[in-house]
């Protein structure tokens, strides 16, 4: 691309403008991404949303840290009628008033390669008997370690170390995604205003100059050189010049409110955007542009999460619906004794082992309906992932092609409005000496305000191809590097 095509544009067509609108702050594209990336409502969305991730994530590997908690009971008190049974065998009702003190320190390891936890705990209790005879008594179990598992068949402790480490790095790279569509946000919002500033200088341009031939037209109606038909048609160009400026003028203010606002800008913020001309093209490989987002993109990572969560299920269904087998193993030191010392000599050891079974018998064909619907739910999974691999890779060729057409896109919508702004000026020297007619003029000043339109437009798609193609691969093709976006500490 020529860039002395936009700067001679900028000299030509902006001469004016900028002089008209000096006062106003000054805004390139890549100072707007800047703001936009620090400032605007989805990136404040972006940030919390990979701070609540690396939250759960860190909540996820605490969960196979061990965990040491102290449980106190200080105290519980207590006055009622109780039944006892006495030493003869024999029962009867008695009024007790007590009071209880427990002190409890536990230790919990979950195992992930077996789907149990071990647990180690020391306790410590008092009985305090407060009606006659009083008494006190004290029981201890300094050491007790002990192993559950819930089920033999089914492990979510594995299932999760192999979902959550997915789950985290789908988050960080969602991020990276975000932050480019905030790029891309931006320049559409960008270019929004862009043209609706440009329509508005041409809407000013176009009055200015069909003022002028009104009154040049009234003249030369006035010596008879024209006939009132085309006074009138000059007039009526008038009046729908004044309207266009009308509708430029509001167009330009909901433009300007809509990036002010998504900038984070104060409200009363006036820009004046200047056109982008550090345009640089580069061809970019299909195959090329598949690889990188195959490595890099979010959606990679989320189709792996996404099967294995689905093959979760069907381990949960098939774990749980069946035989089940759970599985109890305890082995401590206790003792007891009225005075505090007495409790740690002289320990008992005490275990406990339990190994409990679940067969269902007849179950009207629940466990079988849960494991055939998980089996589907599975293969629905592989089907949609499928799915959305093609839609992912075509999205990526479409674009890809999109892009390479770029260049020569922009230097057509160039040359167009070189070209349409050059015949409109002759157009209007012509029609001044009465070479032409009204309607060519209004003929050439319409084509010439498309052919500036069509440029803004081109230089929209660049821009907007560009950081598509961006937000696409996470992989910058200008400097042949990934994308990477530091994420700022969350301790």
Not at 85 to 103: A, H, I, K, M, W
Not at 411 to 428: F, H, P, S
């Amino acid at each position: 691309m020529n860039k002395k095509y936009i700067l001679s544009y900028l000299l030509i067509f902006f001469l004016g403008l900028s002089g008209a609108r000096a006062q106003e702050t000054q805004l390139t594209l890549e100072e707007a991404i800047t703001m936009a990336r620090q400032a605007s409502p989805d990136y404040k969305q972006a940030i919390n949303q990979a701070e609540a991730s690396y939250w759960m994530f860190r909540n996820y590997r605490s969960r196979f840290l061990p965990q040491l908690s102290l449980y106190s009971t200080l105290p519980d008190y207590s006055t009622s009628i109780t039944k006892i049974t006495n030493p003869d065998g024999t029962e009867s009702f008695v009024r007790q008033n007590r009071s209880f003190y427990s002190l409890d320190l536990g230790l919990r390891q979950n195992v992930p390669f077996t789907g149990g936890t071990f647990s180690v705990l020391s306790n410590l209790e008092r009985l305090d008997i407060l009606s006659d005879p009083q008494t006190t008594s004290y029981s201890s179990v300094p050491f007790a370690i002990s192993y559950t598992q819930n089920s033999l068949f089914y492990n979510p402790y594995r299932w999760q170390r192999e979902i959550e480490p997915l789950r985290y790095e789908s988050s960080k790279r969602e991020f990276v995604e975000n932050m480019e569509q905030i790029s891309l946000e931006t320049s559409r919002q960008y270019f929004n205003l862009l043209a609706a500033q440009i329509q508005l200088r041409t809407a000013e341009l176009n009055l200015a100059n069909t003022d002028t031939l009104f009154k040049i037209s009234q003249g030369r109606y006035t010596l008879g050189k024209i006939a009132e038909n085309e006074l009138l048609q000059m007039e009526l160009s008038l009046l729908n010049a004044r309207n266009a400026v009308s509708n430029a003028e509001l167009n330009y203010q909901f433009t300007t409110q809509n990036l002010i606002r998504y900038l984070g800008l104060d409200k009363n913020t006036s820009l004046q955007l200047e056109i982008p001309t550090d345009t640089a093209f580069f061809m970019i490989n299909a195959a090329k542009a598949l690889e990188e987002a195959g490595q890099n993109r979010q959606a990679v990572i989320e189709f792996r999460r996404r099967r294995l969560q689905a093959e979760e299920e069907v381990a949960r269904a098939r774990g749980e619906n069946s035989l089940s087998i759970n599985l109890l193993a305890n082995f401590g030191l206790s003792q007891n004794g009225p005075e505090l010392s007495d409790v740690y000599h002289d320990l008992n050891s005490q275990q406990r082992l339990q190994l409990t079974l679940s067969i269902p018998l007849m179950d009207w064909g629940v466990a079988k309906s849960r494991k055939r619907m998980a089996q589907a739910n599975l293969e629905l999974e592989k089907a949609n992932i499928e799915r959305e691999q093609l839609a992912f890779e075509q999205e990526i060729f479409q674009q890809t092609a999109q892009w390479n057409l770029q260049r020569d896109l922009l230097a057509t919508a160039t040359k167009a409005r070189e070209t349409a702004v050059k015949r409109y000026e002759i157009t209007k020297q012509r029609y001044l000496i009465g070479k032409i007619s009204i309607t060519d003029l209004n003929l050439a000043q319409q084509e010439k305000d498309r052919a500036i339109e069509s440029f803004i437009g081109a230089m929209r798609n660049y821009w907007n191809s560009y950081h598509t193609m961006r937000r696409l691969t996470l992989y910058d093709f200008e400097t042949n590097s990934k994308i990477i976006v530091e994420l700022q500490e969350f301790d």
